[in-house]
């Protein structure tokens, strides 16, 4: 299955782990040569299959959402309502404020991140093979440049700017809600408190760090949840691509496990989007509450 | 595996996803449902009071089934009466009927009687005369024997 003879398997695996990356350097915007490049990175294939994903989700429910009948809907806006309902009352079992975004944002996560895990199914060498050939023929590069990870949420970037985007909204409830003074209190006077003024001072400092980590720990917990599953079904799927690549036998071993293995994320794909989306909705939750 | 612009701008993206969604999705559906779902409750509750109504409705036409019923007995009772009624002055009547032409034909009976006589006697009369007059052919003066046949007449 290796796309040219030359690659082994360690090559093929990081051939297909490797974004498609453009980046600033001193020469201006190059593409696929950033190891110096730093922050000013763009991984174009990650962010392409995530807008595009996204303006899917974003398009399809809004073509239900305007044309929505009320007497008789079809089948596309039963599902629809289907997924919007589940979501809602995901939220309103768990969240008992009134807020206009959280079901909304509990809803984007869902399906965005459902639509990207998605992905994952797609087979391993479709569409590095149909970039490589577009590469090779079309813009005339050379075979080794084309580079394409197509699963967007095994790029820790794309989790971490949700669970980021989520975290700012978890400061910003925690802050509009309780008021500055009220969570910097959280913060500093719990778990640990006392009735003597001295000791209060004392405790501040450690009860600062733990609250920071615990609040700190949300959104790397959230974003490195989801990035490691889905980098850890993608590496699988390669290693079974490279085990179908080795004769008769592991090719029929292989299309098994393949297919084991894609049927297993029926379960995990749905559950990783739903475990984010029902701990965005706690957090926000507990932002709201009051102490 | 490192964190680098692409995480900013997918945050943008992030960010414009929950807006629209926000904006343009969310609502509508939601809006759609609930309109829905009262429309099931109307429903209900309708389906609910007409069933209220059709059970009001029987019950009313069974009571007046049973007043109709009620008023086509009277209504048969009164008209066997009137019937008897009828037929016992219809008998009063035809009995008078009669009896006025029994008693007509009785008078006309009698005239028909005097009529008769009277002619009778015109012609006991006539043949009294001519019986005479053969008898008095052989004798004895017209004039005379008249008396006597007119008082004779008048006797009869």
Same mark, same amino acid.
């Given at each position: 299955m290796a796309s040219s003879e030359n690659l082994d398997s360690v090559g093929y695996i990081k051939h297909h782990l490797q974004n498609l990356q453009v980046c600033k350097t001193d020469e201006g915007w190059v593409w696929? #040569?950033? #190891?110096?490049?730093?922050?000013?990175? $763009?991984?174009v294939d990650s962010l392409l299959f995530a807008f595009l994903l996204g303006a899917l989700f974003c398009f399809s429910f809004w073509r239900v959402a305007k044309n929505?009948? $009320?007497e008789n809907p079809g089948k596309w806006q039963s599902m629809v309502e289907m997924v919007v309902e589940f979501v809602d009352k995901s939220v309103k079992d768990t969240f008992h404020g009134r807020n206009p975004l959280i079901a909304p944002l509990a809803l984007t996560i869902f399906v965005w991140v459902v639509l990207m895990n998605m992905?994952?199914?797609?087979?391993?060498d479709l569409l590095p093979w149909v970039a490589e050939q577009t590469n090779v023929?079309?813009?005339?590069?050379?075979?080794?440049t084309s580079y394409l990870?197509?699963?967007?949420?095994?790029d820790v970037n794309i989790t971490f700017s949700l669970s980021i985007g989520v975290f700012l909204l978890i400061l910003f409830y925690s802050i509009k809600v309780k008021g500055i003074g009220g969570f910097l209190g959280e913060l500093t006077l719990h778990p640990f408190s006392s009735k003597n003024k001295f000791v209060q001072v004392l405790l501040i400092p450690v009860n600062l760090l733990m609250e920071t980590i615990g609040l700190i720990a949300k959104p790397i917990s959230l974003g490195l949840r989801l990035f490691g599953n889905l980098y850890a079904a993608e590496l699988l799927f390669i290693l079974i691509a490279i085990l179908m690549s080795t004769g008769i036998g592991g090719f029929i071993g292989g299309f098994i496990s393949y297919m084991g293995w894609a049927i297993f994320h029926i379960l995990v794909i749905p559950l990783q989007a739903f475990i984010f989306m029902m701990l965005t909705i706690v957090y926000l939750s507990q932002a709201h509450e009051d102490h | 595996m490192n964190v680098n612009l692409t995480l900013v701008i997918n945050m943008i993206f992030f960010a414009a996803f929950v807006f629209f969604c926000m904006k343009f999705v969310w609502p509508h559906i939601m809006a759609a449902i609930e309109e829905r779902q009262n429309k099931i409750a109307e429903g209900l509750a309708a389906s609910e009071r007409s069933q209220k109504d059709l059970e009001l409705a029987q019950e009313k036409a069974a009571e007046i089934l049973r007043e109709a019923k009620g008023q086509s007995a009277e209504l048969v009772d009164s008209a066997k009466k009137r019937h008897t009624e009828i037929v016992d002055s219809a008998k009063d009547d035809a009995r008078a009927e009669a009896d006025k032409i029994k008693s007509g034909a009785q008078a006309e009976i009698e005239q028909e009687v005097n009529r008769a006589r009277e002619q009778l006697r015109a012609k006991v009369a006539t043949l009294a005369v001519a019986g005479a007059e053969k008898v008095i052919e052989r004798n004895i003066d017209e004039a005379a024997n008249n008396d006597m046949f007119d008082k004779l007449v008048k006797d009869l």
């Open positions: 696929n #040569q950033c #190891q110096e490049a730093g922050f000013w990175t $763009i991984n929505a009948k $009320i992905m994952d199914w797609i087979p391993v023929h079309v813009l005339g590069n050379e075979p080794h990870k197509f699963l967007p949420t095994a | -």
